[in-house]
């Protein structure tokens, strides 16, 4: 085993034992939903920096794979909506977090009337060897894990995601970007590594191991302010900005000329006709402001017609546009 896996593990297998509520900031707020109750515990074991559950992947009963299972919060809210046994697998390495989970989970069953603990398979597995046959998942979700990998085993991890998901499924992730030049000190120092810092990775280096991996769809659903490393505190001689993203990867087949990725790009049509039609099956009704992937985008953009607006990416995307 990698040295800085091992790192990891043991820094876990602690925050299991002892919850640790500064080991990781969510930055999305946890879910309110009917009836939906959520033990202290877990929330002192929310170890993520963001979320994995939106209601719009959830639909229609889906069997959703968890890696990573922290407090099992997660495992709950997505068990929230398919309330089938085994509907929800969750997967991690790490002994001592399986075990928190499943009394937390069970925390969750006598104060939750709708939920029961075997909706829930807890399996213990590696995130690089997936204990998961093929193509029998619809959503796989991690939250602030893979940015622990290194590179080979970041794109191994990927390429598990990509071989249990059924076709047009999901591959939701929140984990830590950084967009600035990492030192390699940092880089490689274990402990921070495992700590869901030095291992950020650029966002469109990010991006591209997701479309290396298959994937034709990429959605960036939310991206914020996550943490500083900063020179007090840190071997660094500037502040080291690192944010937290919202990623959606759709395993959609690979368009001829390139994934379609969605960083909230916008076109509007502001023309004297009453739509605009690319004759590449994109149609711009007048004043509509119609969601665009970045290819989309900068071929609009590239016909130089000075009616159609495309604005900067918000890199907040909800859905629908042009593919």
Aim: aromatic letters at 8%; proline letters at 5%; hydrophobic letters at 40%.
């Amino acid at each position: 085993m990698e040295t800085y896996l091992k790192t990891a593990r043991d820094i876990y297998r602690d925050a299991a034992l002892n919850p640790n509520v500064g080991l990781c900031c969510t930055t999305t707020p946890v879910w309110e939903l009917p009836d939906l109750k959520i033990p202290k515990k877990m929330l002192e074991m929310n170890y993520g920096c963001g979320s994995t559950v939106h209601p719009r992947d959830l639909s229609n009963d889906p069997t959703t794979l968890y890696v990573g299972v922290g407090g099992g919060m997660e495992l709950l809210q997505f068990a929230y909506f398919s309330r089938k046994k085994g509907a929800v697998i969750g997967i991690d390495v790490v002994d001592a977090m399986l075990q928190a989970s499943a009394e937390n989970l069970k925390s969750a069953e006598a104060v939750n009337a709708w939920f029961q603990s075997d909706f829930i398979d807890l399996r213990k597995g590696s995130a690089m060897k997936l204990p998961v046959a093929n193509e029998t998942v619809d959503v796989a979700a991690q939250n602030c894990l893979f940015n622990i990998f290194s590179e080979e085993d970041l794109r191994q991890a990927l390429q598990e995601m990509y071989r249990v998901l059924k076709p047009h499924g999901r591959l939701v992730l929140s984990d830590p970007v950084c967009d600035q030049m990492m030192p390699e000190h940092l880089r490689n120092d274990e402990r921070l590594r495992a700590l869901c810092l030095s291992g950020a990775l650029p966002l469109k280096e990010y991006v591209r191991m997701l479309t290396e991996a298959g994937f034709g769809t990429i959605e960036i659903r939310a991206r914020r302010p996550y943490r500083i490393l900063s020179p007090n505190l840190y071997d660094t001689d500037e502040n080291i900005i690192i944010e937290s993203v919202e990623v959606c990867a759709i395993k959609d087949q690979m368009p001829n000329d390139g994934p379609c990725v969605f960083t909230g790009k916008a076109a509007i049509y502001f023309g004297d006709e009453e739509f605009f039609d690319d004759r590449k099956g994109h149609v711009l009704m007048q004043n509509q402001p119609l969601a665009v992937c970045d290819k989309t985008a900068n071929a609009l953009a590239g016909l130089g017609n000075p009616d159609i607006y495309i604005s900067d990416s918000t890199y907040h995307y909800d859905g629908g546009g042009c593919c």
